[in-house]
């Protein structure tokens, strides 16, 4: 059977895929003030990671990206610790939080593989001056960079991705909901044309297979990194989309996980198993 | 629960309960007439759907009605849903008439869009027909964003009798539905953008499988993502058939359709 084929009988038998390595590389950890959500510890993420066959997800805290980014880099740090094969962390840099103290408190802890920033929910520009020590930790690492987009943001706006990958060419960066609105997914799949090291991952409520396969196709499958922002968003509404979508087998492996072993591979942590990765 | 089993598979029969024809025109969602909606209900397991028109959203309803009647004739696996109005303005006809007309033809649902078609859910205007709609036995379909809780729960409230199916609940309402569904038995949701994490298995934990609905919000929404959230979830496989299909084979009247 093909690959595809693998994975919607999995889907259909209602048991968990085992035919190719899944890294999702954008997820959380605990509790969020806006909204209830029912199962959000770190075994119960595992749990459901399990459940459907996802090898890792990369992580920041709900704690950390919305209240205090020392304290919620500590959870996410435990969260790692207590799921080291399946789980690893970003590190959190709140503008207003000291990113300088962040980043020397965390840059060489290996249970952090990336950076997260989320203009939006901090109400700073991603193009403000704060954000450069991120900026030059990110440069001298090799440390990806997910930052949260959204279309028509003044913070976040796919154009503010374009103008940093503009300053900062050599730096990694992965533009999480790949501006998130319809309306905007052509703008963000040009900023990423225009720039090697900007890449689009696929999380949010807008998306859908056909987003997906369109991305691909016109910017390759390397350029595209799946992620479900789960436990904030079910897991199994984004990955589902993916598991379906029109694609062929090498870009399915590259989205699903192949591209995001790569990205945090600076770090030097191995891929889950000999599963391929793309 | 029992939890999954490996033996289910491609036996869940589903029913999807939110579907529509036509071209939708704040998406890149395509075109869908009748072929490719049955393509796309084969590619992913689905025996049959309550079928709305997009026409009778984004333009005209009455005579988006009258052509959805037509496109569904002589396909047994698709069943009508009506656009349903005030009828203030002449445009649906005298409730009991409207229903009655529906009964005829077939259809098994409606769906309201108070927010697109400026009217209340819980408005006088609207007292008629959700009288009758119950005596009908039509259930009514809509979408939260279309209403508020607040008006859903006042009609659940004083038309005792009446079905609700909310759809398109997304991921930050918990705090909400849980109140509404404890409150009012009968308001049911569509799973079809029911997204909080591991909101399935909580609401069905606390409500029972028999108060969801499997939808898929096609073509707005890409259908893969509720058949995964469903198959794929911690459900064991008797609360997966009920919310699959189960549960609108007891409030629709899907068995069959009018020669």
């Given at each position: 059977?093909?690959?595809?084929?693998?994975?919607?009988t999995?889907?259909?038998?209602?048991?968990?895929?085992?035919?190719?390595?899944?890294?999702?590389?954008?997820?959380?950890?605990?509790p969020?003030?806006?909204?209830?959500?029912?199962?959000?510890e770190?075994?119960?993420?595992?749990?459901?990671?399990?459940?459907?066959?996802?090898?890792?997800a990369v992580?920041?805290?709900?704690?950390?990206?919305?209240?205090?980014?020392?304290s919620?880099?500590?959870?996410t740090a435990?969260?790692?610790a207590?799921?080291?094969?399946q789980?690893?962390?970003?590190?959190?840099?709140?503008?207003?939080?000291?990113?300088?103290?962040?980043?020397?408190?965390?840059?060489?802890d290996?249970?952090?593989?990336?950076?997260?920033?989320?203009?939006?929910?901090?109400?700073?520009?991603l193009?403000?001056s704060?954000?450069?020590?991120v900026?030059?930790?990110?440069?001298?690492?090799?440390?990806?960079v997910?930052t949260?987009?959204?279309?028509?943001?003044p913070?976040?706006d796919?154009?503010?991705?374009?103008?940093v990958?503009?300053?900062?060419?050599?730096?990694?960066?992965?533009?999480?909901?790949?501006?998130?609105?319809?309306?905007?997914?052509?703008?963000?799949?040009?900023?990423?044309?225009?720039?090697?090291?900007?890449?689009?991952?696929?999380c949010?409520?807008?998306?859908?297979?056909?987003?997906?396969?369109?991305?691909?196709?016109?910017?390759g499958a390397?350029?595209?990194?799946?992620g479900?922002?789960?436990?904030f968003?079910?897991?199994?509404y984004?990955?589902?989309?993916l598991?379906?979508?029109?694609l062929?087998?090498?870009?399915?492996?590259?989205v699903?996980?192949?591209?995001?072993?790569r990205?945090?591979?600076?770090?030097?942590r191995?891929?889950?198993d000999d599963?391929?990765?793309? | 629960?029992?939890g999954?089993?490996?033996?289910?598979?491609?036996?869940?029969?589903?029913?999807?309960?939110?579907?529509?024809?036509?071209?939708?025109?704040?998406?890149?969602?395509?075109s869908?007439?009748?072929?490719?909606?049955?393509?796309?209900?084969?590619g992913?397991?689905?025996?049959?759907a309550v079928?709305?028109?997009l026409?009778?959203?984004?333009?005209?309803?009455?005579?988006?009605?009258?052509?959805?009647v037509?496109?569904?004739?002589?396909?047994?696996?698709?069943?009508?849903c009506?656009?349903?109005?005030?009828?203030v303005?002449g445009?649906?006809?005298?409730?009991?008439?409207?229903?009655?007309r529906?009964?005829?033809?077939g259809v098994?649902?409606v769906?309201?869009?108070?927010?697109?078609h400026?009217?209340?859910?819980?408005?006088?205007?609207?007292t008629d027909?959700h009288?009758?709609l119950?005596?009908?036995?039509?259930?009514?379909?809509?979408?939260?964003s279309?209403?508020?809780?607040?008006?859903?729960?006042?009609?659940?409230?004083?038309?005792d009798?009446?079905?609700?199916?909310?759809g398109d609940?997304?991921?930050?309402s918990?705090?909400?539905v849980?109140?509404v569904?404890?409150?009012?038995?009968?308001?049911?949701?569509?799973?079809?953008y029911?997204?909080?994490?591991?909101?399935?298995?909580?609401?069905?934990?606390?409500?029972?499988?028999?108060r969801?609905?499997?939808?898929?919000?096609?073509?707005?929404?890409?259908?893969?993502?509720?058949?995964?959230?469903l198959?794929?979830?911690?459900?064991?496989?008797?609360a997966?058939?009920?919310?699959?299909?189960?549960?609108?084979g007891?409030?629709?009247?899907?068995?069959?359709?009018?020669s």
């Amino acid at each position: 059977m093909s690959l595809a084929a693998d994975l919607e009988t999995a889907v259909f038998d209602r048991v968990p895929q085992r035919a190719v390595s899944i890294v999702d590389a954008h997820a959380h950890v605990g509790p969020y003030s806006e909204f209830f959500i029912p199962q959000c510890e770190p075994a119960d993420l595992v749990r459901v990671m399990d459940r459907c066959g996802v090898d890792r997800a990369v992580l920041s805290s709900h704690l950390a990206i919305q209240l205090d980014a020392r304290s919620g880099n500590e959870a996410t740090a435990a969260a790692v610790a207590a799921h080291p094969d399946q789980l690893a962390g970003y590190l959190v840099v709140n503008p207003w939080q000291n990113p300088a103290e962040e980043l020397a408190r965390w840059g060489d802890d290996p249970r952090f593989v990336g950076v997260k920033l989320h203009p939006d929910l901090h109400a700073y520009p991603l193009t403000g001056s704060r954000y450069a020590p991120v900026w030059e930790f990110a440069e001298r690492s090799g440390c990806l960079v997910l930052t949260h987009t959204w279309t028509g943001s003044p913070f976040d706006d796919p154009k503010h991705l374009g103008m940093v990958a503009d300053r900062h060419p050599e730096v990694v960066l992965l533009a999480g909901h790949a501006g998130a609105l319809p309306e905007g997914f052509d703008q963000a799949i040009e900023v990423a044309a225009a720039h090697p090291r900007v890449l689009l991952e696929i999380c949010g409520s807008y998306h859908s297979g056909a987003t997906i396969t369109r991305m691909v196709r016109a910017l390759g499958a390397s350029k595209v990194v799946f992620g479900s922002d789960f436990p904030f968003i079910d897991l199994r509404y984004s990955l589902g989309r993916l598991i379906f979508a029109d694609l062929d087998t090498e870009d399915r492996i590259a989205v699903l996980g192949g591209n995001a072993s790569r990205l945090f591979a600076w770090r030097g942590r191995p891929p889950a198993d000999d599963r391929p990765t793309g | 629960m029992d939890g999954p089993s490996t033996e289910l598979g491609r036996r869940v029969r589903l029913t999807d309960v939110s579907v529509a024809l036509g071209r939708h025109p704040r998406a890149a969602a395509g075109s869908v007439a009748v072929k490719q909606l049955l393509a796309m209900m084969d590619g992913f397991g689905i025996a049959t759907a309550v079928v709305s028109n997009l026409a009778s959203r984004w333009h005209a309803p009455a005579a988006g009605n009258r052509e959805l009647v037509e496109m569904l004739d002589g396909v047994d696996r698709l069943h009508a849903c009506w656009t349903v109005l005030p009828d203030v303005c002449g445009e649906i006809g005298a409730a009991d008439e409207f229903v009655e007309r529906a009964r005829t033809a077939g259809v098994v649902a409606v769906r309201a869009f108070p927010a697109d078609h400026r009217y209340r859910l819980d408005g006088p205007d609207l007292t008629d027909l959700h009288g009758a709609l119950v005596r009908a036995r039509l259930p009514l379909l809509v979408e939260a964003s279309q209403t508020s809780w607040e008006a859903v729960e006042a009609v659940a409230h004083r038309f005792d009798g009446h079905t609700l199916v909310i759809g398109d609940v997304g991921y930050r309402s918990l705090r909400t539905v849980a109140g509404v569904l404890s409150r009012c038995d009968n308001v049911y949701l569509d799973i079809s953008y029911l997204a909080s994490h591991c909101g399935l298995e909580w609401l069905v934990g606390r409500f029972g499988a028999g108060r969801f609905l499997f939808g898929t919000g096609s073509p707005l929404r890409d259908p893969a993502e509720v058949v995964t959230r469903l198959l794929w979830s911690e459900l064991d496989d008797d609360a997966v058939t009920q919310i699959g299909s189960g549960t609108a084979g007891r409030l629709f009247r899907t068995e069959r359709k009018p020669s």
